[in-house]
Structures are given as C-alpha cells and as structure tokens.
C-alpha cells in the first residue's frame, strides 16, 4: 500500500516524504500514512493488511494515537454505560416513588375536596345564621324604637305589688314629665315594666310611648335642674347596638393613639358624637382647656338610698299597658351628657310607709 502522492505526503511518526520504494500503511482512523518500519509492523502483519487491501479494497489498521484514543474512549463508553444503567435504576425507584406520590395527591384531592363541601356548607349555614340574625335584629330594633330607659327612677316601696307598683311608675313618670315642662301625659304611655332583680337600689325603668314625638321630647329633656337629677333618661338599645357603640369607643382611643404629631398639634381628635342609638365618628378640633374648665367632678351617690320620683296619690293613671317585670338584656346605663345619678331629691321610699307619697313630696 502506498499513498497516491508520494512526493505530497510525509510519515505520521518520522515526517519524511515516502520514497518510490518505501513500504507504508494508511491509520483507519486518522487516514494518516506511516513508514513500515516506523508503525513498527512485522512482515507477516503488513501482508495480511496488503492481502485484505487487494481483496476488499480497505484494511482496517490504527496508528498508535488513535489507538490510545480509542482505549480511552471505550474506557468512558463503558463509564458511560454504567451511569445509565445507575441512571435506569433510580428512574425506576423514582417512578415507583412518583407512583406513590401520586397516590398521595389523589387522596389529598379527595380530602381538600371534602373539606370544599364542609366549608360551603358551613358559609351556607352562616349566611342563612346571618340573615336570620339580621332580621331578627331588625325586629328587636323596631319592637324598642319607642322606648326610653330611666336609671335611678325611684321605685315602688316593698308593700306596694301588682297594680299599686304599675301606677306608681305611671305617676312616677308624669311627675318627670311635669318636672320638665314637657306636654306628655298619662295617656302617651304604652307600657312601663322594671327590669332585673329587685334589690336596695332602684331597678332600670322602661317606658314605651305611642308617639315616637313622645319619646323624643323625653330624650332632649334635661333632668339636672329638677328634683329628678338623679334620673337618667336613654334611648332602649339593644345589645348589637350598645357593642357598636363599644367598638365605635374603641375605635376613638385607637385613632387618638394614631394620630400624626401634626394633627395634634392642631389640637385636633377623634371624638364621638350624635344621640344614643345614632353616634358616629368625627375628628374634630378640641379646645381642651376649656373642656377641662366645663367638665364637673362626679357625683357621689350614698349607698342603700333609694332615689326617683314619688308617687302622687291622685290623678289617674289613664288607659296604659301592664308589662310584667321580666329580666331584659339591657346592660349597664351607658354615660350620657345629662347629670349623672346623687341628687337628694325625689328619693322614692322612705321609713314612713303609710305616709301618702305626694305629702313626703311636696315636703
């Protein structure tokens, strides 16, 4: 074998031209050309690829370069082959594991859609709840619209019962009413009925009128200058509205605690305002000194007297609704703007029973 331009071609190993005479073999691989005795081939090794040659038309034979490329990359086929094979392992306990986990997220499915339906049902449950609560207030607000609450109205004496308690309230409160020069009689009132259980002091007092005018002119009536300065007069909430107004309360301190520097220095606050039963949120400027220069000391009120109007032994009690002294949810008298409970005045009993109410009054 010989290449087709000797004089062009030079030996792999030595780099010399090939002569006219010169024995030479071509690498399979790199298709470089090597002396005979350069390739170090025996002559039987150089027949046999000069006889394969003549016969086949190719001889397979590898300089020794290639060779060491081709031992070292069957070395990494072989890494390679044994990764794979690592590689086809772990796939299959990855698979099996994935298998599982699906297993896993198909219950879970399962489980979150169950607890889908329980908390759609729930919701549902609670709209209905809340709407029946709705209404419910709704009706509670309308069925008190017309009543007013009277903390520290004087009560009945201990001997007094039934009828004899009813028309002591009734004459109670016309007394009030006479007191603040107010046109309501006898005759507006629907019903009054005491709340809570009888004890030393006087129990809460409500009164329901016909008239909402009625009511009204009680509400804006001012009790501090009368015998009855010990009476409180407010609207009869319930409790979702005195929670309102207990966050709205809330909410005041929470706004005054984050109020800017600036807005402070404006003298400026968050206050409560409006009527029982109707108060909102404002921010408003606070002329604090002259707040604190208005503002009374409390009241002290002596412990085991009883205090409110008495009972005038005539004057009919007119046509009105005899409401039994059932137990009410109506909480403690929230703080209004008239005076507070500790005049002495129109207390309802005294040590003298028999004495006619309207003779201990005008005393």
Same mark, same amino acid.
């Given at each position: 074998?010989?290449?087709?331009?000797?004089?062009?071609?030079?030996?792999?190993?030595?780099?010399?031209?090939?002569?006219?005479?010169?024995?030479?073999?071509?690498?399979t691989?790199?298709?470089?050309?090597?002396?005979?005795?350069?390739?170090?081939?025996?002559?039987?090794?150089?027949?046999?690829?000069d006889?394969?040659?003549?016969?086949?038309?190719?001889?397979?034979?590898?300089?020794?370069?290639?060779?060491?490329?081709?031992?070292?990359?069957?070395?990494?086929?072989?890494?390679?082959?044994?990764?794979? +094979?690592?590689?086809?392992?772990?796939?299959?306990?990855?698979?099996?594991?994935?298998?599982?986990?699906?297993?896993?997220?198909?219950?879970?499915?399962?489980?979150?859609?169950?607890?889908?339906?329980?908390?759609?049902?729930?919701?549902?449950?609670?709209?209905?709840?809340?709407?029946?609560?709705?209404?419910?207030?709704?009706r509670?607000?309308?069925?008190?619209?017309?009543?007013?609450?009277?903390?520290?109205?004087? +009560?009945?004496?201990?001997?007094?019962?039934?009828?004899?308690?009813?028309?002591?309230?009734?004459?109670?409160?016309?007394?009030?009413?006479?007191a603040?020069?107010?046109?309501?009689?006898?005759?507006?009132?629907?019903?009054?009925?005491?709340?809570?259980?009888?004890?030393?002091?006087?129990?809460?007092?409500?009164?329901?009128?016909?008239?909402?005018?009625d009511?009204?002119?009680?509400?804006?009536?001012?009790?501090?200058?009368?015998?009855?300065?010990?009476?409180?007069?407010?609207?009869?909430?319930?409790?979702?509205?005195?929670?309102?107004?207990?966050?709205?309360?809330?909410?005041?301190?929470?706004?005054?605690?984050?109020?800017?520097?600036?807005?402070?220095?404006?003298?400026?606050?968050?206050?409560?305002?409006?009527?029982?039963?109707?108060?909102?949120?404002?921010k408003k400027?606070?002329?604090?000194?002259a707040?604190?220069?208005?503002?009374r000391?409390?009241?002290?009120?002596?412990?085991?007297?009883?205090?409110?109007?008495?009972?005038?032994?005539?004057?009919?009690?007119?046509?009105? +609704?005899? +409401?039994?002294?059932?137990?009410?949810?109506?909480?403690?008298?929230?703080?209004?703007?008239?005076?507070r409970?500790?005049?002495?005045?129109?207390?309802?009993a005294?040590?003298?029973?028999?004495?006619p109410?309207?003779?201990?009054?005008?005393?």
């Amino acid at each position: 074998m010989a290449p087709a331009n000797k004089e062009a071609t030079t030996c792999l190993a030595c780099s010399k031209k090939f002569g006219k005479s010169d024995f030479s073999v071509q690498c399979t691989v790199c298709g470089l050309w090597i002396h005979k005795a350069c390739a170090n081939l025996t002559d039987e090794m150089f027949k046999f690829l000069d006889d394969q040659f003549k016969l086949t038309g190719t001889a397979f034979w590898a300089c020794r370069a290639c060779t060491q490329y081709a031992k070292q990359m069957n070395h990494k086929m072989r890494e390679i082959e044994v990764q794979l +094979e690592q590689v086809k392992e772990s796939c299959q306990k990855n698979e099996g594991g994935l298998q599982k986990v699906q297993e896993d997220v198909t219950k879970l499915a399962a489980a979150v859609e169950k607890q889908s339906k329980k908390v759609e049902e729930v919701q549902a449950a609670a709209a209905a709840a809340d709407s029946s609560s709705v209404f419910e207030e709704i009706r509670e607000r309308e069925s008190r619209k017309g009543n007013v609450i009277m903390h520290g109205m004087g +009560e009945a004496p201990p001997d007094h019962a039934g009828r004899a308690r009813w028309d002591w309230d009734i004459r109670s409160c016309e007394n009030l009413f006479a007191a603040l020069h107010i046109p309501v009689k006898a005759e507006g009132i629907r019903f009054v009925r005491r709340v809570g259980e009888a004890g030393g002091q006087p129990r809460p007092l409500v009164v329901g009128f016909h008239e909402e005018r009625d009511r009204a002119r009680v509400l804006r009536a001012d009790t501090r200058r009368t015998q009855f300065s010990d009476v409180d007069i407010v609207p009869d909430l319930t409790k979702a509205q005195r929670k309102e107004e207990d966050d709205l309360r809330g909410e005041m301190v929470n706004r005054n605690k984050r109020m800017s520097s600036e807005d402070r220095s404006k003298n400026l606050a968050w206050v409560v305002v409006g009527p029982r039963g109707a108060k909102r949120l404002v921010k408003k400027y606070i002329d604090f000194a002259a707040e604190m220069a208005n503002r009374r000391p409390p009241r002290r009120r002596e412990e085991g007297v009883q205090r409110g109007p008495t009972l005038p032994a005539s004057q009919p009690a007119g046509e009105a +609704e005899m +409401e039994d002294a059932d137990a009410a949810d109506l909480g403690p008298p929230a703080p209004v703007q008239r005076g507070r409970l500790g005049s002495k005045r129109g207390r309802g009993a005294s040590a003298d029973a028999d004495e006619p109410p309207q003779a201990r009054q005008r005393q």
